[in-house]
């Protein structure tokens, strides 16, 4: 099984809706966090979460929503989506405390808004 | 500005050739520098860290050089093989604040 599972891993869905993305782990980090991908662009920060409850905003955090109610799980909520949210969502963790330590990513969620 | 710029922005080879990728960065102050590689419909996954002191390392196939002075790093891939297609990402991490800043990334396609 994967250490870090995205669900689901492709979704299409209409201007207006809600979506949720869901993202568990099982190396046990404290530290997890969402991004999306754009043709062209770097993986941009959405938000982070360093504990349970704890919430940061990142550099694009307009129109999302986090929830970090476990340490395992960490979803990404868009409330109202819209076109330009099309992108690719990556989840990643990360060792407690320690600067050098590699982000491990999800294999990602591709999310279609029509 | 803090950037991570890369280069090429895509590179297509023929199998068993050696190839070079460029990474230049403006973060200041400088934690570390890490190369990734991202396989199609994958996510991205570690191949090495560079820190300040560290100017080549190696994992198999692929060596990854760091030069603090002019802020540039290159990864090395030998001998390529047709696995080795992905995109190539550089993300270097700030110092202090410990932000990370992302490349966009070279596509790497290696063909027979």
């Known amino acids: 099984d994967a250490d870090v599972t995205q669900t689901p891993r492709n979704r299409i869905t209409k201007t207006g809706k809600r979506i949720m993305l869901e993202c568990s782990q099982t190396?046990?980090?404290?530290?997890m966090y969402w991004y999306r991908q754009d043709p062209g662009l770097g993986l941009r920060l959405i938000y982070y979460?360093?504990?349970?409850?704890?919430?940061n905003k990142g550099e694009i955090s307009d129109g999302y929503s986090v929830s970090r109610q476990a340490q395992a799980k960490f979803s990404l909520s868009l409330e109202s989506a819209i076109p330009n949210q099309t992108a690719l969502y990556f989840c990643?963790?990360?060792?407690?405390?320690?600067?050098?330590?590699?982000?491990?990513f999800g294999d990602g969620t591709r999310l279609s808004i029509l | 500005k803090n950037q991570v710029e890369q280069s090429p922005q895509s590179l297509i080879i023929l199998e068993g050739k050696n190839c070079t990728l460029q990474?230049?960065?403006?973060?200041?102050?400088?934690?570390?520098l890490r190369w990734y590689k991202q396989d199609t419909g994958r996510g991205p996954v570690s191949l090495t860290i560079?820190?300040?002191?560290?100017n080549t390392k190696s994992n198999g196939r692929y060596t990854a050089t760091l030069d603090a002075d002019t802020k540039q790093s290159s990864l090395h891939i030998t001998a390529s093989q047709l696995s080795d297609s992905a995109s190539y990402i550089c993300?270097?991490?700030?110092?202090?604040?410990?932000?990370?800043?992302f490349g966009t990334g070279t596509r790497l396609t290696v063909i027979p």
């Open positions: 990643a963790t990360s060792g407690n405390r320690v600067s050098n330590q590699p982000q491990h």
């Open positions: 190396k046990g980090h404290d530290r």
């Open positions: 979460s360093f504990d349970v409850k704890d919430i």
């Open positions: 990474c230049n960065y403006t973060v200041s102050p400088f934690s570390n």
């Open positions: 560079m820190t300040f002191s560290e």
């Open positions: 993300v270097v991490r700030e110092t202090g604040a410990n932000n990370l800043f």
